[in-house]
């Protein structure tokens, strides 16, 4: 009997480190993926928020962003409690900021300079302070023992990163997926104030990809890019069978503010049909309609690409006047009827009145007909992502002519991205009001052996490596 008192100790010891230890990494496991998606999610919310196009912080709205109860630290601790470690809510998530390439210390953002604005970087530490544990309990019986529970923690870094501004003045490619075959040229309606057909700036610097107008739109003069909103047109003759180019190609409309584009590479992406009573996805019958309503992963814009790079063309045998935007668009955005002056189940960048600016910062409520609200996320509900945030490339006009008669593909130089918030669509202009959330440039001096920043967004976000 006293050989098997004797064994059981070994047998439950060993137990415990077969059982308890593997328990242990399993939460340990769970804080990770509890600090990586809140990591995430942190990153995400300020790189839809503008921050990056705002890096001197102008209009002093970072603290609502990324300080102790801003939004990204909000959606940060949420996620971390929505991932339960060892069965239950983390003890302890803690959301700290810090400038790209130095170690996150700052609760509140606000005051970390404008080296911030340029990759902003934050870090998620999530504790679960007291794990049970069953067969190591044993050890709590010998002298100074106490090991009747333990705990696990983790830390995640992510990065919002902004080629326009980034890595040392070397040049930086950027190749975000998905994006719309909505081509608009380097001219920004809304700058300066009142700008006429010709006499309106750039949105980013050709030669450097620097923002040219940073910080949040405001009406006064030296207002930002940040939160312009304006229509963008189609380039194209009505009655053409492919797109054959209206006058003055590539420059903005004044009044009120309108951009024309021109349709670009496609080939053919089915969006998934929405449940939307009225939905006209069942309408695109044209490679470029699928494309802007669905995600075309196989179709690459990489700016900064020389002129010579296949997928960087327009495709004027396409003619978006048809009704083509105005379906795929409402597609998209689950936009059931076509109106850009009353909201009809697609999602809103809070509750303004569409035909003005939004308030920033922004914050995304999901509409009436999103998908989420079918698995239980009520509508009007403040969430991080939306399909209305969408990608446009951003191609340099005077480096290439585009004929304004002929069908087929013609090359552009891609230099920067344009990420924009859809309103709604019009069917009575065919146009697509959007809301400017991000610009990033590259400038054309990039070239092949640039190093590529590769994402979802003109603005990556990434899981990074302890600074």
């Known amino acids: ?49 503008g921050i990056t196009g705002d890096p001197s912080n102008s209009d002093a709205n970072w603290a609502s962003i990324c300080g102790a109860s801003g939004t990204a630290t909000l959606a940060a601790q949420t996620v971390a409690n929505q991932n339960l470690v060892g069965g239950n809510v983390p003890s302890t998530v803690t959301v700290l900021y810090g400038a790209g390439g130095t170690t996150p210390s700052l ?8 080296n911030f604005g340029i990759n902003p970087t934050v870090s998620v530490y999530v504790q679960q302070a007291t794990l049970p544990t069953f067969f190591a309990r044993v ?23 902004n080629t326009s501004d980034s890595n040392n003045g070397v040049p930086t490619s950027v190749q975000p997926r998905c994006v719309k075959p909505i081509i608009i040229p380097n001219n920004d309606p809304r700058h300066p104030v009142g700008c006429t057909v010709g006499s309106c700036t750039n949105f980013v610097t050709v ?28 380039d194209c003759n009505p009655t053409a069978s492919g797109c054959v180019l209206l006058p003055a190609i590539g420059q903005p409309k004044a009044s009120p503010p309108n951009l024309y584009y021109v349709p670009g590479a496609a080939s053919g992406v089915s969006p998934v049909a929405l449940p939307t009573a009225g939905s006209t996805c069942g309408d695109l019958d044209t490679s470029w309609a699928q494309d802007v309503a669905g995600c075309d992963e196989s179709t690459v814009y990489q700016c900064g690409v020389p002129v010579t790079q296949s997928t960087n063309f327009v495709n004027l045998s396409e003619n978006p006047t048809k009704g083509d935007a105005q379906n795929a668009v409402q597609c998209l955005i689950n936009q059931s009827a076509s109106t850009t002056t009353g909201v009809s189940g697609q999602d809103t960048l809070g509750t303004y009145s569409l035909g003005t600016p939004p308030t920033y910062p922004f914050q995304i409520l999901a509409g009436t007909a999103n998908p989420l609200t079918s698995a239980g996320i ?25 004929p304004s008669t002929g069908i087929g593909a013609v090359n552009v130089s891609i230099i920067g991205f344009l990420q924009v918030f859809i309103n709604g669509a019009d ?36 899981l990074i490596s302890p600074p």
Do not use: H
């Open 107 to 114: 609760s509140d953002c606000s005051g970390a300079g404008s």
């Open 378 to 402: 009520a509508s009007n509900s403040v969430i991080t992502t939306s399909s209305s945030i969408v990608s446009l490339p951003i191609y340099d006009q005077n480096a290439t002519t585009i």
């Open 207 to 234: 030669a450097t990809g620097q923002i040219m107008w940073p910080g949040m739109y405001t009406g006064a003069p030296a207002q930002g890019v940040i939160g312009e909103r304006f229509t963008l047109l189609p």
């Open 1 to 49: 009997m006293a050989l098997v008192a004797i064994s059981m100790v070994a047998i439950i010891s060993f137990a415990a480190l077969a059982i308890d230890l593997g328990t242990l990494y399993e939460a340990k496991s769970e804080a990770q993926r509890s600090a990586d998606a809140a990591a995430l999610t942190a990153a995400q919310v300020i790189s839809v928020s």
């Open 139 to 161: 050890f709590s019986l010998m002298q100074g023992g106490t090991s009747k529970n333990s705990g696990v923690s983790a830390t995640a870094y992510a990065e919002a990163f």
């Open 427 to 462: 069917s009575t202009s065919n146009g697509i009001d959007v809301t400017v959330l991000n610009v990033t440039g590259c400038g054309n001096t990039a070239t092949s052996s640039t190093p590529v920043a590769k994402g979802t967004s003109p603005v990556p976000v990434r």
